[in-house]
């Protein structure tokens, strides 16, 4: 099992993941909502879009913009279930169990804030 920080380092190894960045519409709105809010997003993308066992459009269900945890998720490998299979190997048809679920917000909050302080 990878830390946080072994799979951003992993990640930052892919030209596609790594071509991801937040915009300053996307700092702007981290900022004014706050931490807490963007988590509670992220949390409820995860858990509406992603955990499902069965997700009818797997694969487009996540934007590549509009909202700065969309972006994170791309960048992270959390965008569809194939990517967490390939990845993470976290298999596919099965539902996310709540850690799972916890992780990746947790993942995709830490990409943020490296965005953030860049």
Excluded at 33 to 54: M, N, Q, S
Aim: glycine fraction near 4%; aromatic fraction near 8%.
């Amino acid at each position: 099992m990878q830390t946080v920080e072994q799979a951003l380092d992993k990640l930052k190894r892919s030209d596609f993941r790594a071509g991801f960045h937040l915009n300053e519409d996307d700092r702007r709105y981290i900022r004014e909502k706050g931490p807490d809010t963007v988590r509670h997003h992220a949390e409820d993308f995860i858990a509406k879009r992603l955990a499902p066992a069965y997700i009818p459009n797997d694969g487009r269900q996540t934007p590549m913009k509009g909202h700065p945890v969309f972006k994170a998720q791309h960048a992270c490998a959390c965008c569809c279930r194939g990517c967490l299979k390939k990845w993470y190997r976290v298999p596919e048809n099965v539902e996310l169990t709540e850690d799972q679920q916890r992780r990746i917000v947790n993942l995709l909050m830490a990409w943020m804030e490296r965005e953030m302080s860049r």
